[in-house]
């Protein structure tokens, strides 16, 4: 197995396009061609999960937060970020992160707290706007079957649950072929009309190159005329957070003592109850406190994250209730989480979970 093999995997699940433009996902030690026969899955990447990897003889380390956010100036082990990329690389250990590319996907990070917690009904929190753009073209009507398909097949038409959509209207066009054309239809230096349909359909932006190049290849004129326009809706699929129900409403409290034991946290820092009983939960792996509007405009009656200020608590305004349980507890299951999602794909490849324990957080 090549590392590239396994990236594109992931990154076909969780894109690198859908990252936060402070994050630093992707491939961050090795190269694409090495060979690899052993993972290890971890959290954070450390010098202790390199020194791991080393004893296990894992050639790849795929870690949820990255080691680099930064660019590195200087490479002479003064801090622990520099001792675990040069250790990685004296052993060839190749370092991957997924973070919040996996944060924003339907199956990612926010998925697995939900099935945790048995909710249901679960959706993104707050979508991704500007994913998508609209697709309009101008098909004569005999090849409109053609070349639908075609943009079908290359990624085009999905909304949601539904695939295969487009819209039609027919219509007229009209060109002049010039001297130096070969019209598929039509005279050289005279105008022709032509019976055609306009086809639209919804592209993801990531997916635009491909989708375009499919429809310049099954579509039958020389020159072909469309236009892609970006479009502000939300994409369902892709954002941050994720809201659903618990199957019956539950006493808050009871409700908390159920989370600390399925998310296996010593605490949890929370606001008041403002209902005796709970059922719509937002939930945020990691740092979610910028996404406490989304969960009171979901109606939520508690918000789970980490990471949140004294201050930040008092937001709450008796809207919600909002419960910390801190930043590595909300997300120490995502290895769990990445080792199913290579399992799926590569049933006979050894994958490894770390054992080291990466929460730089104590509790006494």
Known sequence: MRIGEITSYLESIAP??????????????????DEVSKVL??????????????????????????????GLKKFNGTDYVQRTVMLAIKNDIGIYAIHTNLDNVLPGVNAEIARRLGLQNVEILAPKKELLSKLVTFVPNAHLEEVRSSLFEAGAGSIGGYSDCSFITDGEGTFKAGEDAQPFVGEKGKLHREKESRLELVVPRRHEGKIVQALLLSHP????????????????????????????????????????????????????????????????????????????????????????????????????????IGHYECEQFTKVLIKELLMQNFAKFAVLLSEVNTNPINYL
Do not use: W
């Open 41 to 70: 899955v971890s959290l954070d990447c450390t010098e202790e999960v390199v020194q791991e990897a080393i004893n296990k003889k894992c050639e790849l380390i795929i870690a949820h937060h990255p080691i680099v956010f930064g």
């Open 221 to 324: 004129y020389e020159e072909v005329a469309y236009d892609l326009y970006p479009l502000r809706n939300a994409n369902k699929e892709v954002g941050a957070g994720m809201v659903g129900d618990l199957e019956n409403p539950t006493d808050a409290m009871t409700f908390l003592r159920d989370v600390k034991d399925k998310m296996k946290t010593p605490l949890i820092r929370h606001t008041r109850p403002t209902k005796e009983k709970v059922q719509r939960i937002a939930i945020c792996g990691g740092a979610g406190s910028f996404l406490l509007p989304a969960a009171k405009g979901a109606k939520a009656d508690v918000f789970i994250t980490g990471d949140y200020k004294y201050h930040q608590f008092f937001d709450a305004e008796d809207d919600l209730m909002i419960a910390d």
């Open 16 to 33: 690198l396009e859908y990252q936060e433009g402070y994050d630093n996902s992707g491939l961050i030690v090795g190269r694409k061609d």
